[in-house]
């Protein structure tokens, strides 16, 4: 009962904050920003949908990071749940994308 309750709390916030972020008065971003997180402290898919968009979007990820360094600490934990998988390679630093799953370049 309670995940309902937060997922239709969460849904109204969105469908609120989509019809007013095209008006003067700033509410849209907040309620969408209120709305996603509330989805992502009961939703596992949103949660993963999340991390994809942060591994994908650097700008998203250091938005969402700057967040969680002045968020209050539940909220900074279900964003930091939220962080990109980034793997690491043989030799302890990160992988770019032009490297292969063998640690060398593909082929041409």
Not at 27 to 36: E, H, R, Y
Request: net charge positive; glycine share 8%.
């Amino acid at each position: 009962m309670r995940k309902i309750a937060i997922a239709t709390l969460a849904v109204i916030c969105l469908v609120l904050g989509l019809l007013t972020v095209w008006t003067p008065i700033p509410s849209g971003v907040p309620l969408i920003a209120v709305g996603i997180f509330l989805l992502l402290t009961i939703s596992p898919r949103a949660k993963r949908a999340m991390r994809h968009v942060r591994g994908r979007y650097d700008t998203v990820d250091r938005a969402v990071q700057w967040v969680e360094a002045r968020a209050h600490r539940s909220m900074a934990t279900t964003l930091k749940r939220t962080r990109p998988r980034r793997f690491k390679t043989k030799l302890g630093g990160l992988a770019p994308a032009s490297v292969g799953s063998n640690g060398r370049p593909p082929r041409l």
